[in-house]
């Protein structure tokens, strides 16, 4: 028996927010060029580094600001059943999680700053091996999610 793909998606506005979040590490990339490009220019190093600082902080810019958001929204999908939880994610190797309802210990719900702008919020799920978000989930989502998955859990608990 095969069990078909996920079908639900976490929520569009995440590829604003993972957006938002690459573009404040870019910052970063960007000012570490800017320096090397002055240190360059103060110490008469080739012109050539230079044009290699811009060039790499363009290409991070444009992966992580555009590419890989895009990327990753379009790979990310959750399934809930009553026996297991299952998740397939990853940019370009996509991974396929399958959570038993039997192994679930807990679950929450958490929201950064980003993400509460958004009116977004991460279920994470923990097992006694690890702990497995879904994430950038409309509130009113994750939390039905998050009751949702607990009342499974429970239920699988007692069944055994």
Known sequence: MTISEPQKRISEKALTVWKISASLYSLVVWALAGGLIAITILFDFPDWIIFAAIAVAAVYSYLFIILLPTLRWKRWRYEVREQEIELQYGVFIIKRTLIPMIRVQHVDT?????????????????????????PALDMEEAENLRISISRLARVADEDV
């Not at 958004?118 to 497995?132: D, E, F, K, P, R």
């Open 110 to 134: 958490q929201q950064g700053p980003l993400l509460r702008k958004y009116q977004l919020s991460t279920v994470t799920v923990s097992t006694a091996a690890t702990i497995h978000e879904i």
